[in-house]
């Protein structure tokens, strides 16, 4: 399956802030959008960066309560890793496990066309072991 495939599925709406928004709304967002990262994009719709639950937890426990005024700039991860609608979702998996990060934008002609979760990844190998187990018992069924 490609990563186009699940983007129809679950949908291609992306929560996103600026490199200027604070902290504190950051967390807001998160909340409201029932995510667990935010892409932060420049004004003329570049990505910037990510910025996850994780890294507020890890940084806020670093400077303290200070951080919550602070724009995401300073505590969002610069180097992102992307991954195109033609990719399949084996592919993405992969490179989650070897870098260890839950969410992947999805960049369509060098622009935000959807981001990628672990659970979305998850949610679509279960439902590939399912029709499998399925496709099994009605061969067995057939016999």
């Keep these: 399956m490609r990563i186009a495939d699940l983007l129809r599925k679950k949908g291609s709406a ?50 303290g309560p200070a951080l919550l005024e602070g724009p995401v700039s300073e505590i969002m991860t610069k180097l992102v890793a992307s991954c195109g609608p033609e990719d399949s979702v084996d592919q993405l998996s992969i490179l989650m496990t070897e870098r260890r990060i839950r969410h992947v934008p999805v960049l369509s002609g060098g622009r935000l066309a959807g981001i990628v979760s672990i659970g979305d990844v998850v949610k679509n190998r279960m439902e590939q072991l399912e029709q499998s187990q399925e496709q099994l018992q009605a061969y067995i069924a057939q016999g």
């Design 14 to 63: 992306v929560a996103t802030v600026t490199p200027e928004t604070t902290v504190t709304t950051l967390l807001a967002g998160l909340a409201e959008h029932n995510v667990g990262a935010m892409v932060v994009v420049n004004p003329d719709g570049s990505i910037a960066g990510i910025v996850s639950e994780r890294d507020v937890v890890r940084k806020l426990h670093e400077h």
